[in-house]
């Protein structure tokens, strides 16, 4: 008779900062279903993976199922499968973090389960060969990727059908290729679809190994698959037809392969991740390109024969298409180091519980799922990155503290390695990063009371799939169950109106010189004309300090182009941080430098990112009067105005603009177009708020604006 060994693996994962509600969704539709009919099948043995922060929330919210868990490890049902506690790229942090991410979700599980695990989950399969040294260093022996890893290596399907090994410097680990085959069958195709490509690679020695190994959610979460997998039963055929058939098709665990069948051989795989996550990885210019590309080898009939040829991007390419996610990633850098040369030079003296806490922020930093965006929300995701900045700024303050660091500090470095210097002012209650190369911006803004980054906003860019709107559906219900990677839906109609592109990267401090007439619809459609050459431009900067307070001039010798002549114009502000309260002070000052008066419609772009737009405890308000629409998504302008507060009772923070001279106001929503798992949707980013002034410079013109945050009493 001839026989197969099948792996079955279940990565089972939710982000940090994810709604308790979506915790609860997923452990009812997905994660306690599959278990309830797992127990009923015991003959079905197969290896999960849970992230640390799942765990953590099933042993807070859901100890029953963690009773139910431990069962089923007990009986040698089920396999715990390591990895990264935090979920994170091990490739993009620093080589103590991953020991300790490793280390914790062992040393968890070893806790909870009995036994400490043989091997790991590779987060979203992202391998590069220098991690082969880590993992093996943890005391893990294997990992998963994708047969896409191998393909890229020049492997054929028939070489795939078992392990290898790899090693990195002399430390070896097993790798199991993962069938993108079975990827696209389980749960989505016929049960008897997958038995019957089992029985088409059994052999009569019965020593060839398939592997089964993706997210959890895809049984249960994933749009249509509860019904499809639950209600309809797709789940409990595939356990019986596993059971019927167990004569021949022997499930093992990952660990059981180890002892019992011999790896093919030894190997060295490129950098990669699976082939969706490197096609996301493109830039927007290629990613239509790449499809163009893969649908042409498809009519021709050689897609498969050329496929290890067929590659898209890098993974870390994220970080550079992404620059919002690039600021987070070299803010963890920069915190991670600082707090491992505290340690270094105060070994003995240090706060060890203080320590650990910051250890702690540090590693939730470092979940991957903000980091990156693919057919799930990622980066666009306020409610994923805001934990990422909040326990950055924790582990900031534990820091300021064990160093006792007080008053104002100034440095000037590339902190997000472009190859340009930032400015960086920090005092107790404020970190703010200027970009003088971008328009003298302000791009980070860490109010420190509530551990916010308040300009942790993404631009509006294009995206490859946009092309795809147009052909999108708004959302409806569907019999059919399909991969998230086949389906094209909408969450609303009309969202094709909503696809505009910025020109600069979002930020505060941004100087406009906008044509006479412009309208709030046309800056809104950034649809308008920009008359000056300052936004994004380089700006000469100077630092100085006063005492407690910390100075930050920046300037430009610019021109204006209206009517058809050039004026020259010199603009400058001059920021002032105190340490002793949270405001910046900023003082603009514009010199005509030509004879000729010129008009001006002079505006200071300013973002506030409270995540949401339309919650009724986050909204504008106004010293005196009302507003017909306070949302933050509302759009509107107020004449002769001073000023104009945002206030997020969640998040207990006021912030508040007020000019010296009476200006107009716009405001509007920063929104982008995204595609999520549920179809494309809006995402709101940020408040977006431009006191403007119509006046003719003729020499000199000043007004100073005071940008105010405190924390709201609770």
Known sequence: MKKINLVLGIHNHQPIGNFDFVFEHAHQHAYQPFLDLLEKYPRVKLTQHYSGILLEWLLQHRPGFIRQLKRLVASGQVEIMGGAYYEAILSIIPDDDKAGQLNLLSKTIKKQFGEAPTGMWLAERVWEQHLAKCIAEAGLQYTVVDDTHFKYAGFSEEELLGYYVTEEQGNKIAMFPISKRLRYTIPFQ?????????????????????????????????????????????????????????????????????????????????????????????????????????????????????????????????????????????????????????????????????????????????????????????????????????????????????????????????????????????????????????????????????NLNVLDIVSRREEGYHAKLKHAVPQAPQDAVASIHETIKAKESGLERYLVYDRYPRASLIDHFFAPGTTLEQVTRGSYEEVGDFVHQPYTVKTSKNGTKGIVELSRHGNLLQGGKRHSLFLRKTITVDFKGGMLAIDYMLRNEEQEPVPIMFGVEFNVGLQDGKAPNRYYYLDTGSMDDATLSSMGQLCDSSALGLRDEWLGVDIRIETTRAATLWRFPLEVVSLSEAGFERIFQSSVVIPFWQVTLAKEWRVGIRHTFKTLKQ
């Open 190 to 450: 016929p049960v008897h679809r997958t038995i019957d490509y089992l029985r088409e690679i059994a052999t009569e020695e019965g020593n060839q190994l398939a592997v089964f190994a993706d997210d959890g959610e895809k049984f249960g979460v994933w749009p249509n698959t509860f019904d499809h997998v639950y209600t309809r039963g797709w789940l409990e055929d595939f356990f019986q037809a596993l059971s019927d058939n167990a004569d021949w098709i022997h499930l093992v665990r990952f660990k059981d392969v180890l002892k019992t069948i011999p790896p093919l051989g030894l190997t060295y795989l490129p950098n990669a991740s699976y082939a969706e996550m490197l096609h996301w990885a493109l830039p927007s210019h290629h990613f239509s390109l790449y499809e163009e590309f893969e649908r042409a080898l498809q009519e021709q009939g050689v897609r498969d024969k050329y496929e290890s040829f067929f590659k898209g991007g890098f993974w870390r390419n994220f970080l550079a298409k992404y620059p919002e996610s690039n600021k987070m990633h070299k803010k963890m850098l920069h915190v991670s180091q600082r707090a491992q040369r505290l340690e270094a030079t105060r070994s003995n003296g240090l706060n060890r519980a203080a320590f650990a806490r910051i250890r702690g922020h540090i590693f939730a930093s470092q979940c991957n799922d903000p980091y990156w965006h693919g057919i799930f929300g990622g980066v666009y995701l306020p409610v994923l990155r805001y934990p990422i900045y909040s326990n950055l700024i924790a582990a900031e303050k534990e820091l300021d503290t064990l160093e006792r660091l007080h008053g104002t500090r100034m440095r000037t470095v590339d902190y997000d390695c472009d190859g340009h210097d930032e400015v960086v002012v920090e005092t107790p209650t404020m970190n703010c990063y200027f970009k003088p190369e971008e328009g003298g911006s302000l791009v980070e803004l860490d109010f420190k009371p509530a």
